[in-house]
């Protein structure tokens, strides 16, 4: 069975980066196109980036058009986010899900601040 672990989150300054990792064990990720999700502190859950199987960007969020970008490593079984300029609005708890799959993750805590 599929299980997915996020890591990679953390405290950084504005304007700074960070990149968050997906690792998989149980199946293999590039069965699957990989979203990133992230949930801010109130709000709704948003969808951030997806990458389709083929690993072609399926969906950004305009919020993070040209900051952020998602790609792969099949031979690690691991799907990145990296996340660069960040914002004190990126702060959020980020989540990544595989499409098909009910499977969450334990989530990522992203903090950006001064």
């Known amino acids: 069975q599929l299980r997915l672990v996020e890591s990679g989150g953390g405290l950084v300054h504005p304007g700074g980066s960070l990149r968050l990792s997906c690792a998989a064990s149980g199946s293999r990720l590039d069965s699957y196109a990989i979203g990133w999700f992230r949930r801010a502190p109130g709000k709704n859950l948003e969808s951030v980036l997806c990458v389709g199987r083929s690993n072609d960007d399926n969906f950004h969020a305009e919020s993070v058009e040209g900051r952020f970008t998602i790609s792969r490593d099949s031979a690690k079984n691991v799907v990145y986010l990296q996340m660069n300029s960040l914002k004190p609005e990126d702060t959020a708890v980020y989540y990544c899900?595989?499409?098909?799959?009910?499977?969450w993750g334990q989530g990522t805590q992203v903090t950006v601040s001064s």
């Open positions: 899900k595989a499409s098909g799959s009910p499977v």
